[in-house]
């Protein structure tokens, strides 16, 4: 076989792949003819797939007048993926399959610890979690980590202010960890491709997630791509300046979005130590907790209004720890935007809060790992 028809075979073999893992249960006359290919290539193809159990085979399906077809379908437990959310509050892992569906969580509560003490807790969830494993072909296929700051494509932290990192070689400890390959993406980019592929996003094009916890990060999807920018830092408007004469933040500067509108923002202006418990007292109808929740809707409102006037996107996605307060600033946020986003910016845009809830981030590694995973499996076969 020449090097091109290698190439070809490949290409084809994951067309038909990707084709049975979006519209499992289909039969090889219809992969045939929805991709085009020669029926007897779909047929050598399926079969080297089932080989690496990939895929499976069901029962006759239904019959359009010749011999009923038989039924393929995505082989979801042939391994398994992990899923790291690192907060700068908690750390939350999960064990998903290979279509997204979560079989094990593990969460805990953690106070801007250093990063030894985060990895040593990060290795005991995923051995854990792989001790917990059904058995399967693949095993476990990659793990993913979202982190809340500027990660380089050879995953480094370069900068993480809100969990006091700087150079954290994070996938290379855990690739030596558990030798298996590893992706470590910011925590919005994870979003906003999580709630893309299984949230709130899976019907729109251009969608800007807004990752509002103890910091604030964006995640932005244009014409249904992850865009990250030239060296992959894009969207860290947590750090747009919307007060040049601000309050100091953590990356440095003065007058962030992220210090008026975060988490952290909240619990500073509430001199309380908990999302948790301002959003207790506003269930008691506390007027306190009611106004303090409203001016951070407000302030997310005003920084989500730049967002829109410059991005003009179809969808804007409120995701992280705040959206558990939605009761309290979806209002605010709403209102924000009507007064100040251009007319024409604010026409069939869709303002929804994250479908996922705290497992956006942790689902969008573990849907990066997959696809890599998949890729390999079909370049190397």
Not at 105 to 116: D, H
Not at 183 to 195: K, L, P, S, T, V
Not at 273 to 279: A, K, P, Q
Not at 333 to 355: C, G, V
Request: charged letters at 20%.
């Amino acid at each position: 076989m020449t090097w091109n028809q290698h190439i070809v075979k490949k290409n084809n073999k994951a067309l038909v792949l990707q084709l049975i893992m979006e519209k499992d249960p289909i039969s090889r006359a219809d992969i045939a003819q929805v991709s085009g290919l020669h029926k007897a290539t779909v047929s050598s193809l399926v079969n080297e797939l089932l080989e690496e159990e990939l895929i499976f085979e069901s029962g006759p399906g239904e019959s359009s007048g010749g011999r009923r077809p038989v039924i393929l379908h995505f082989n979801k437990a042939a391994g398994y993926a992990v899923g790291i959310d690192i907060g700068v509050n908690y750390v939350l892992c999960v064990l998903t399959d290979l279509k997204g569906n979560i079989l094990i969580e593990k969460n805990q509560l953690v106070n801007r610890t250093p990063y030894p003490t985060i990895l040593g807790i990060v290795q005991n969830m995923v051995q854990s979690l792989i001790d917990e494993m059904p058995s399967s072909r693949y095993g476990i296929v990659g793990i993913g980590v979202g982190v809340p700051g500027i990660v380089n494509k050879e995953g480094c932290v370069l900068l993480a202010p809100n969990l006091g990192w700087t150079n954290i070689q994070l996938k290379m400890d855990l690739e030596n960890l558990f030798q298996v390959p590893v992706i470590i993406e910011n925590e919005a980019n994870a979003g906003a491709f999580g709630e893309q592929q299984f949230g709130a996003g899976q019907d729109y094009q251009n969608i800007i997630y807004i990752s509002a916890g103890i910091g604030i990060g964006v995640g932005i999807i244009l014409n249904k791509e992850l865009y990250q920018g030239k060296n992959g830092f894009s969207g860290e408007m947590g750090h747009m300046i919307i007060d040049i004469n601000g309050k100091p933040c953590s990356c440095g500067s003065r007058g962030c979005w992220e210090a008026y509108a975060s988490e952290n923002a909240l619990l500073e202006m509430a001199n309380t130590d908990s999302l948790e418990s301002m959003i207790a007292l506003a269930e008691d109808r506390n007027q306190t907790s009611h106004k303090l929740l409203g001016e951070i809707g407000t302030y997310l409102g005003y920084g989500i209004n730049n967002i829109i006037n410059t991005f003009n996107p179809d969808q804007v996605i409120i995701g992280n720890r705040l959206a558990l307060a939605k009761q309290w600033i979806e209002e605010p946020i709403r209102t924000t935007i009507q007064n100040h986003t251009l007319a024409h910016h604010q026409k069939e845009m869709r303002i929804d809060f994250s479908k996922l809830g705290k497992y956006s981030t942790a689902l969008g590694v573990s849907a990066f790992v997959v696809e890599r995973f998949i890729k390999e499996e079909v370049k190397t076969s």
